[in-house]
């Protein structure tokens, strides 16, 4: 053992008397914890590999596992805590960049959990979802400032390409190679049972996926993979990737390991080279420049599809905002730092960015400030977690919300956090084809749907208890939210008032 060894994080407790040594948890477990001892007659764990995953314990058939937090922990204190010192000794063993998976783990505040969302009593009467109609349906693209008609009072305003959505919500980009193809497939079968859509990220549109297009945004990112005619015409919008909340200001990575087969054609680059996008667009040093691959994809797709600009959260972002309105792009969509994402250096995961909470309000009073809000529509991203997230962004200005980790769960996703070691025991990050076979693509969308029909449902129930029956209605309403324990200039960012005013 090394100076740097460090007791294991997770202990795996086997209850004797219950374990069959059926080896169902070795045949489980992608990482080799488990293991039959013939001479012993017993099963056996090698805990320094676990991550936690709850793979084993929930195919157990007599209950006889479970996994716990160590709590061996070095001597930290309140400067050198336990993690900080154990990435310390990582990186004096490795010499490299840390790695990490999903979104920002630190305990930043979370605004969503400091703003509540009002009720009607009394004078304003609520409405009953059951019982009345509500309007859960947008339509994100430019519109028209003003609705001009002729003689006949017929509308004459030209309308932009527009997206329609049953719900404002969406599944976030999340690229093939990143995730499996069962898992794509999951999320393509779901967006189009529910009358939304989901992200191709990155890595190109697999040919199978093709007829989803309808429900399908197809992404443009600096690497430019996969990007070809067919593919942008089989989208119902492009997204220009300019950045990611879970790493702004650097560009991808997708280890050569996992560009095989389909994954390496979809990309196109060849099998088993490190599928690297660059930082910034080498075509784009400006607005004017991000205007010009705006024009192009909208040339390319005859101008037949809304174009969406995707950007991290950044600390200028009401301005970028600003810029990439003026670009001629039809959706901005705003990605917050505790966004997931497949891999990212851990230090630029937890330390760059700032919350989608204080970005998106601050991009939807800009906008209105310069009187260009209705120029462009607002997705917002990064750590979306349930209806009321849904419904309180979208009081914040947001048109739409894009939701990933939240999907990825509903998938089977137990957050073990190591999707970048590219062995997902629940067949969802991973290329591997016995892991991936673990998920049925059946049974990953039905449970999408399930989950996007419960949000529906809560999103009806919250804005009928405010008395507004559209998403319209409540777009920017902030006057349904307020503040508890937020600072002066925090409520002023949010432009909400404080609880009890
Ligand atoms: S990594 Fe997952 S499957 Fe393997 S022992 Fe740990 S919890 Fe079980
Ligand atoms: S996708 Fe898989 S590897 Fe990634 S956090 Fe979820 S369960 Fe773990």
């Not at 991808?252 to 979809?266: E, F, M, N, W």
Request: charged share 20%; aromatic share 6%; glycine share 10%.
């Amino acid at each position: 053992m090394g100076i740097d060894f460090i007791y294991p994080e997770f202990e795996v407790i086997r209850a004797e008397s219950r374990c069959i040594a059926c080896r169902v948890c070795e045949r489980q477990c992608a990482n080799e914890v488990h293991r039959f001892d013939p001479q012993l007659g017993l099963m056996l764990s090698d805990e320094s590999k676990c991550v936690n995953c709850q793979r084993c314990v929930s195919l157990c058939p007599t209950r006889a596992l479970k996994i716990v937090s160590s709590g061996c922990r070095l001597r930290e204190n309140a400067n050198w805590s336990h993690g900080t010192i154990q990435e310390l000794y990582k990186q004096a063993g490795s010499g490299g960049v840390l790695l990490s998976s999903m979104g920002n783990p630190k305990p930043f505040p979370v605004y969503w959990d400091k703003i509540l969302l009002n009720a009607s009593q009394v004078t304003n009467p609520s409405i009953d979802p059951l019982r009345e109609p509500m309007e859960t349906r947008v339509f994100l693209g430019k519109k028209p400032a003003l609705a001009e008609r002729d003689a006949q009072g017929r509308l004459t305003c030209r309308l932009e390409p527009q997206l329609e959505l049953s719900m404002p919500v969406m599944f976030s980009a999340m690229s093939y190679g990143s995730i499996s193809y069962n898992a794509h497939k999951s999320l393509a079968l779901a967006a189009r049972q529910l009358g939304i859509l989901y992200n191709t990220g990155e890595g190109g549109l697999h040919e199978d996926f093709y007829c989803y297009g309808e429900n399908t945004i197809v992404q443009v990112a600096s690497g430019r993979f996969g990007v070809h005619r067919a593919y942008l015409d089989a989208g119902a919008a492009v997204e220009i990737k300019m950045g990611q909340g879970a790493k702004p200001g650097i560009g991808g990575h997708l280890p050569g390991a996992k560009i095989v087969g389909d994954v390496s054609r979809t990309r196109m680059i060849p099998e088993g080279s490190d599928a690297i996008s660059p930082a910034p667009h080498h075509d784009i040093y400006s607005i004017e420049d991000l205007r010009q691959l705006v024009y192009s994809l909208k040339e390319a797709t005859e101008y037949k599809k809304p174009v969406i600009v995707k950007v991290a959260a950044v600390h200028n972002i009401a301005a970028i905002a600003s810029g990439i309105a003026r670009s001629g792009a039809d959706i901005i969509a705003i990605d917050g730092f505790r966004g997931g994402t497949g891999a990212a250096p851990t230090r630029i995961r937890n330390n760059v960015g700032i919350p989608i909470e204080l970005a998106l309000a601050a991009v939807d009073q800009r906008l209105r400030e310069e009187g260009i809000r209705s120029q462009v529509s607002l997705v917002a991203g990064g750590s979306i977690r349930s209806s009321a997230d849904v419904v309180k962004a979208i009081a914040l200005g947001a048109d739409a919300c894009y939701v990933a980790t939240a999907a990825l769960l509903a998938m089977g996703c137990h957050l073990c956090r190591t999707c970048h070691t590219g062995k997902c025991n629940w067949g969802i990050a991973t290329q591997r084809p016995d892991l991936v076979e673990r998920l049925n693509p059946e049974i990953g969308s039905r449970r999408l749907v399930n989950l996007m029909t419960a949000w529906q449902h809560e999103i009806k129930e919250l804005m009928g208890g405010m008395g507004i029956n559209s998403i319209e209605a409540l777009r920017g309403n902030r006057l349904m939210l307020r503040g508890v324990g937020l600072t002066d200039k925090e409520l002023e960012i949010l432009g909400i008032l404080h609880a009890g005013e």
